[in-house]
């Protein structure tokens, strides 16, 4: 989908033209230029040759119906992956890519093992969610939020980023409110002190996975630039503008940084602020082994006996390998 080219085919047309062509893309999720009418036959055919409604996708769902994975291949033939997530009492959730492959080479993320391929324009971004958008109108249903952990640092491709975020807030694009945006980055502190000079309020995540500099940067790379202290700052600055709670994300490794001694460290770290963390069972991808489910109530409770918030994410589509922050790359095929 090229949605900027209809801007450029409608530039002469009436105001409310481009109205009403936003609508019948966005709202009434239209496939198939013929079926908006009022539209002239010769303005109709330039925008089925400039800007095809189509978005090619293969299909997985996970076997207990909980997500839905789309492979979608891009114009230049790269793939992405986009997972939906549906949860109890209609929560659908859009997990989407911002970049095919990732520049951030964390150790356990198999996204980061194909280093970075290229950054996705808006009009990709977009896509993703319209084409889920599209496939809950069958059931009568609509992507209620959207979150930033597929393939990619959002922040590594900001200025797409933030600009596919506003063509979905737009009333007349998707009409999602700013709450219903969550960007989860690996602590990209430029990234984080920019979106809190937007108007937006969006939810951020960090991607913390250590209590200390010293395990993070065995498994993070980006924990060389910035050190722990350093992004809590500037975490802290952004909560001072925006006044909202801040997510810390926890992947739970074996023996890395799953022990009493780091659940005490982290809680530390976390006490007293407005956070939140979230401990996220590690789908393995070779190198390191996940925690078991007994640890993770452990050490969940250790946080909260510290008085820290604390949530434990729920796994989605595993047999589809459709989690969040887990799509990449089987046998290269994104090459
Ligand atoms: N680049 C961003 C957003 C995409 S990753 C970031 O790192 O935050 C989204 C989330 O999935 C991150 O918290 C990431 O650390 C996590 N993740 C990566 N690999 C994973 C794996 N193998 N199992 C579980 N979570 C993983
Ligand atoms: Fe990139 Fe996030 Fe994977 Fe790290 S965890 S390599 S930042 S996608």
């Known amino acids: 989908m090229e949605f900027s080219n209809i801007r450029e085919v409608i530039k002469n047309e009436p105001r409310y033209r481009t109205d009403q062509i936003m609508r019948a893309v966005f709202v009434d999720l239209v496939e198939d230029w013929d079926k908006v009418t009022g539209l002239s036959k010769k303005l109709r055919e330039e925008l089925k040759k400039k800007c095809p409604l189509e978005i090619k996708g293969e299909i997985f769902i996970s076997s207990n119906e909980d997500s839905v994975k789309v492979l ?22 859009v997990c989407v890519s911002c970049q095919v492959g990732c520049p951030m080479g964390c150790k356990f993320c198999a996204t980061g093992k194909m280093g970075l391929i290229r950054d996705l324009t808006t009009d990709e971004i977009v896509s993703q969610v319209l084409f889920f958008s599209r496939y809950l109108k069958k059931e009568k249903k609509r992507v209620r939020s959207v979150v930033f952990m597929g393939m990619g640092e959002p922040f590594a491709n900001y200025e797409n980023v933030i600009g596919a975020i506003r063509l979905m807030h737009d009333p007349k694009g998707l009409g999602l409110g700013a709450r219903r945006f969550s960007i989860s980055t690996c602590g990209l502190v430029k990234g984080i002190q920019k979106l809190a000079k937007e108007e937006l309020d969006v939810n951020l995540a960090i991607s913390l996975h250590a209590s200390n500099d010293t395990i993070r940067r065995k498994i993070m790379p980006v924990a060389q630039t910035y050190t722990i202290k350093e992004l809590l700052e500037v975490v802290d600055d952004y909560i001072a503008v925006k006044h909202r709670k801040v997510m810390f994300e926890y992947l739970m490794i074996s023996d890395l940084n799953d022990r009493d001694e780091h659940a005490l460290e982290l809680a530390k770290l976390m006490k007293g602020k407005l956070y939140v963390v979230n401990l996220i069972s590690y789908n393995s991808t070779g190198e390191f082994k996940s925690s078991t489910q007994k640890r993770m109530k452990h050490f969940k409770n250790i946080l909260e006996e510290n008085g820290v918030e604390v949530t434990i994410r729920y796994r989605f589509g595993r047999d589809i390998q459709g989690a969040c922050g887990q799509l990449a790359t089987e046998k290269g095929k994104h090459q």
Do not use: F, Q
């Open 72 to 93: 979608m291949p891009l114009v230049d033939g790269k793939l992405i992956e986009t997972v939906l997530m549906m949860y109890k009492g209609e929560r659908n959730s």
